[in-house]
């Protein structure tokens, strides 16, 4: 990292609207472009152009909600997030980790091949670049370096961009993750856009980002566009309508292990794991081996399969069983596993917030299970 | 080094029947590179992998100094039973070692008490085996108290003799069996406390077996005056990693496979307390 600083590679300058169609395509060159796009009457993130950004739209999020409404903004980046993350590319749903043959020689075991252009993602939000991150550590810096992962990642680029205006169901700001994409996390940002009213300030803050910069043709920002800026970000953090008490976490869930209110979360859940599947901290997942019939061969009785690495959620029923027994077979302790992790335990093991107030678990639990307000009544009486 | 995430291979070089469902494997890593990077220590644990079934985390059974890498199984899940209907010659997928191991240094200048359930006394096996190799006679014998359900439960059953020639033992049963002599004691594992006289203050504890085990024996020890930072349990989760990915072995804030199995009962007596934490 000493010798990013020493290069001085912080660029920063100011490109027209438009002009953000010839940073995607200067992207595509080199990499896949994944971005935001419509589709099914939701914004989804996969391989997009600059024509397929959403701009303009405008979405209704509330518990369990989700509508794109007629209202058209100014602004390009005028939408917010929809269900997918970066994890599905990085963290595939059903992902091959490697292929064994058996036979009566042995095993062998080929590493699957993680091949194919780098990924740039573009659109990423503040809250979703502490999530990566997150998942930087979790899958590069464990004990076993994950090899899928660090393939997927490898040479990725990240356009991040200060957030216009937050979700209705949106509060980084009081988790400290949003809606600006700050210092703490522009090494995972390479570029960060912040939208003006005319213009787009782009900064890039890694050389892989000010490479791309390079080619493009902008103005210097001027203080008074700095300016814009500053004030964009605060009343983006003014609009949010809900918030944590951050600063009492992690004692607040430490605390409150045993309390009455999870008994009564249980009884709302439905224990579908969308909150898992949306959340872009969520990373448990489970192995299995695949043999498909063409498997089996009668000669020399050999075997062929893979072994897949697919999305688990801790709401699974087996999530936490072993032979004999399950360590949380009731829905109150598989709730307060989760929530627990997000809001307690993570912090604790990779020194990062495992929620990063994107809200999207608010927004897709079709039981209208709103974290917030599951934390606030723990501070109820029990 | 070789990489963690992927399956070695590894051959059966014996197998041996301890109980009617528990057999001891020893296994000989095929790649010779991997057979000399590879090390672990006493208490940590490997995942086995009978592919096309799935993978099992499994601690190792026998000690850093043994010739063959052991791995004491009871049948309980696929891939266990998978492995049972395996031969002398047949291969498994290892990956490994993971997770912590027994605190060998906190034992210096203390008296080690090893406490076992059932087939909990696998990873202990490992620090017995090696205490057995470098024990210096003349100190203080170690205690090791071990409970299984019926007589016919004991792993490791000729292994003892050898055992009593370092270790003060003590074995109990839940219940007896009419076909088998029993001179041991009958009753809880923490009922074995009264039979050994031991100084509290100087003791360490590592302890293994059914997490009930653990609820019963460890304030017994405290409430004779053994401090609980000095008593260690392995833990037992459902795994999958191996590594801190796959998120199943939480417990509390804690990875069972990476910051575990081993842990200081100070560091998790807060989450001990709560029922399915
Ligand atoms: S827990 Fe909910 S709000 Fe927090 S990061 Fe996950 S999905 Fe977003
Ligand atoms: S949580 Fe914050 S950073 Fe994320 S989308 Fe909402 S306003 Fe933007």
């Given at each position: 990292m000493e010798s990013l600083k020493e290069k001085k590679i912080k660029k920063i300058k100011k490109i027209k609207k438009d002009d953000l169609k010839i940073l995607f395509d200067k992207l595509r060159e080199s990499y896949t472009v994944i971005g935001p796009k419509l589709s099914q009457g939701v914004v989804v993130l996969s391989e997009a152009g600059f024509e397929d950004l959403p701009a303009g739209f405008r979405d209704y999020q509330a518990r369990g909600t989700y509508r794109l409404t007629d209202e058209k903004a100014v602004d390009v980046f005028s939408f917010s997030n929809g269900p997918d993350s970066f994890k599905r590319f990085l963290h595939p749903p059903l992902n091959e980790i490697f292929s064994f043959r058996k036979s009566k020689k042995g095993i062998a075991i080929e590493p699957a091949?993680?091949?194919?252009?780098?990924?740039?993602?573009?659109?990423?939000?503040?809250?979703?670049?502490?999530?990566?991150?997150?998942?930087?550590?979790?899958?590069?810096?464990?004990?076993?370096?994950?090899?899928?992962?660090?393939?997927?990642?490898?040479?990725?680029?990240?356009?991040?961009?200060?957030?216009?205006?937050?979700?209705?169901?949106?509060?980084?700001?009081?988790?400290?993750?949003?809606?600006?994409?700050?210092?703490?996390?522009?090494?995972?940002?390479?570029?960060?856009?912040?939208?003006?009213?005319?213009?787009?300030i782009v900064e890039a803050s890694t050389p892989a980002g000010s490479d791309i910069l390079e080619g493009i043709a902008g103005e210097?920002?001027?203080?008074?566009?700095?300016?814009?800026?500053?004030?964009?970000?605060?009343?983006?953090?003014?609009?949010?309508?809900?918030?944590?008490?951050?600063?009492?976490?992690?004692?607040?869930?430490?605390?409150?292990?045993?309390?009455?209110?999870?008994?009564?979360?249980?009884?709302?859940?439905?224990?579908?794991?969308?909150?898992?599947?949306?959340?872009?901290?969520?990373?448990?997942?489970?192995?299995?081996?695949?043999?498909?019939?063409?498997?089996?061969?009668?000669?020399?009785?050999?075997?062929?399969?893979?072994?897949?690495?697919?999305?688990?959620?801790?709401?699974?029923?087996?999530?936490?069983?072993?032979?004999?027994?399950?360590?949380r077979p009731?829905?109150?302790?598989?709730?307060?596993?989760?929530?627990?992790?997000?809001?307690?335990y993570t912090k604790e093991q990779f020194a990062l917030p495992g929620c990063v107030g994107c809200g999207r678990c608010i927004t897709w639990c079709p039981a209208g299970i709103d974290i917030t307000e599951e934390l606030e009544a723990l501070k109820g009486v029990r | 080094m070789y990489d963690k995430t992927i399956p070695f291979e590894a051959k059966i070089r014996w197998i041996k029947r301890e109980t009617r469902d528990t057999a001891t494997y020893a296994l000989k890593i095929s790649d010779r590179e991997i057979q000399r990077a590879y090390s672990f220590s006493p208490g940590q644990f490997n995942m086995l992998a009978v592919p096309g079934i799935g993978e099992s985390a499994i601690s190792i059974s026998s000690c850093p100094a043994d010739r063959d890498l052991m791995h004491t199984i009871r049948v309980a899940g696929d891939v266990t039973t998978a492995i049972d209907r395996l031969n002398v010659g047949d291969v498994v997928g290892v990956r490994g070692p993971f997770g912590s191991g027994w605190p060998i240094e906190e034992t210096v200048g203390r008296d080690l008490m090893i406490i076992a359930g059932g087939l909990g006394i696998a990873p202990l096996r490992s620090i017995i085996r090696q205490i057995l190799k470098s024990h210096p006679g003349g100190s203080r014998a170690p205690v090791l108290l071990y409970g299984t359900k019926t007589p016919k439960d004991v792993i490791f059953r000729d292994e003892f003799p050898r055992y009593r020639d370092v270790f003060e033992v003590h074995l109990t049963v839940d219940r007896a069996d009419p076909e088998v002599y029993w001179r041991g004691e009958m009753g809880v594992v923490t009922a074995l406390l009264d039979r050994v006289t031991f100084n509290p203050l100087n003791t360490v504890v590592f302890m293994c077996g059914p997490e009930i085990m653990v609820h019963r024996a460890v304030p017994e020890l405290v409430a004779r005056g053994v401090p609980g930072e000095k008593i260690f349990i392995s833990l037992e989760r459902n795994m999958d990693c191996g590594s801190g990915i796959c998120g199943h072995c939480m417990f509390g804030p804690r990875f069972v496979c990476k910051d575990g199995p081993v842990f200081r009962f100070t560091d998790v007596e807060q989450f001990l307390k709560i029922m399915e934490i």
């Open positions: 091949a993680k091949e194919g252009r780098p990924i740039a993602f573009v659109g990423i939000r503040a809250c979703d670049t502490w999530a990566l991150k997150l998942y930087d550590r979790i899958f590069l810096e464990g004990p076993a370096r994950d090899p899928s992962y660090s393939a997927l990642r490898k040479d990725s680029l990240v356009i991040a961009v200060n957030c216009p205006h937050p979700g209705d169901n949106c509060f980084c700001s009081s988790m400290g993750t949003g809606p600006e994409v700050t210092p703490e996390v522009t090494d995972v940002a390479d570029i960060v856009l912040s939208e003006l009213e005319k213009s787009f210097e920002a001027t203080d008074r566009d700095l300016e814009e800026k500053r004030s964009r970000i605060e009343s983006c953090k003014k609009a949010m309508k809900k918030s944590v008490p951050y600063g009492e976490l992690p004692e607040l869930i430490y605390r409150n292990l045993e309390h009455p209110r999870w008994k009564d979360t249980a009884k709302r859940d439905l224990e579908c794991g969308n909150c898992t599947q949306v959340c872009p901290t969520c990373f448990c997942n489970s192995s299995y081996d695949l043999i498909r019939l063409s498997g089996f061969s009668q000669k020399g009785a050999e075997l062929k399969g893979v072994r897949i690495r697919k999305w688990d959620s801790c709401f699974s029923r087996n999530f936490a069983r072993v032979h004999g027994g399950n360590f009731s829905r109150r302790a598989r709730y307060r596993q989760w929530m627990a992790h997000k809001l307690a | -």
